[in-house]
C-alpha cells in the first residue's frame, strides 16, 4: 500500500466515525478506484446502509462484487448478506458465505452455521451447523463458541461433553467481555 493509499484511508475512517459520511464516502471512493479491496467493502456497506449517501443497492451490489471477486472474505460475506436478507436468494447466499469460509472468514461461519442449525432454505443440519460454529470459535467467535457451548450443554453430543459446555460458556462470557472492553468493532463480536 502506498503512503497516499494510506494516508486516504485513515483520514476517511476517522472522517466517518467523527460522523462526517459524506466526506468519508468520497475518500473511500477514491481509495476503491485505486483497488483498495477493504475500501470497495466499505463503499458497498456505506451504499447498503445509506450512510454518506442515499442507499442504493445496486451500487452496494457492485462495490461488494468487486472486492469479493478478488477473493475479500468480508466482501464475499456481505455480499453473502444481501442475498439472504435483501435478494432472499439462499443459494446465492450460501454459494457467497462458502467463498467467504473457504477464505477463512468466522462471521461467515458465524451465519452459515446458523442457516444450518435453523434450516433457512436448507434442511437443517445441526451436525454441520455445529461444524461451522467449531470453525469459527477457534477463530475467537464468541456467538459461535456461545452457541457451541449451549449444544453441547443441551447434551448435543452426548451427555459427556455437557461440562465442557459449561466451561465454553464460561470461557465465551469472559473472552466476550475482555473484548468488548478492548473494541466494541472487534470481528469477533459481529453477529
Not at 477473493?71 to 467467504?100: G, T
Not at 469459527?136 to 449451549?150: E, P, T, Y
Not at 470461557?171 to 467481555?177: D, F, H, L, S
Request: proline residues 3%; aromatic residues 12%; charged residues 25%.
Amino acid at each position: 500500500m502506498t503512503e497516499s493509499l494510506h494516508a486516504l484511508l485513515t483520514d476517511a475512517k476517522k472522517l466517518y466515525y467523527e460522523g462526517h459520511h459524506q466526506e468519508a464516502l468520497e475518500k473511500y471512493l477514491l481509495a476503491s478506484q485505486q483497488g483498495d479491496l477493504s475500501a470497495q467493502a466499505f463503499v458497498g456497506q456505506m451504499y447498503f446502509m445509506g450512510e454518506g449517501t442515499l442507499q442504493n443497492y445496486e451500487e452496494a451490489i457492485k462495490w461488494y462484487t468487486a472486492a469479493a471477486m478478488r477473493d475479500h472474505p468480508p466482501a464475499q460475506s456481505r455480499l453473502a448478506y444481501f442475498y439472504f436478507h435483501v435478494r432472499k436468494d439462499i443459494p446465492k447466499a450460501i454459494e457467497w458465505y462458502q467463498k467467504a469460509v473457504s477464505n477463512g472468514h468466522m462471521v461467515a461461519m458465524w451465519r452459515l452455521g446458523k442457516i444450518y442449525q435453523h434450516g433457512m432454505g436448507v434442511p437443517a443440519d445441526k451436525d454441520k451447523a455445529l461444524r461451522y460454529f467449531e470453525q469459527a470459535a477457534k477463530l475467537g467467535h464468541i456467538f459461535a463458541l456461545r452457541q457451541l457451548a449451549v449444544s453441547l450443554i443441551r447434551g448435543h453430543r452426548g451427555w459427556a461433553q455437557i461440562p465442557l459446555g459449561f466451561r465454553l460458556l464460561a470461557k465465551c462470557i469472559v473472552n466476550g467481555a475482555r473484548i468488548a472492553w478492548q473494541s466494541e468493532d472487534d470481528e469477533r463480536l459481529r453477529n
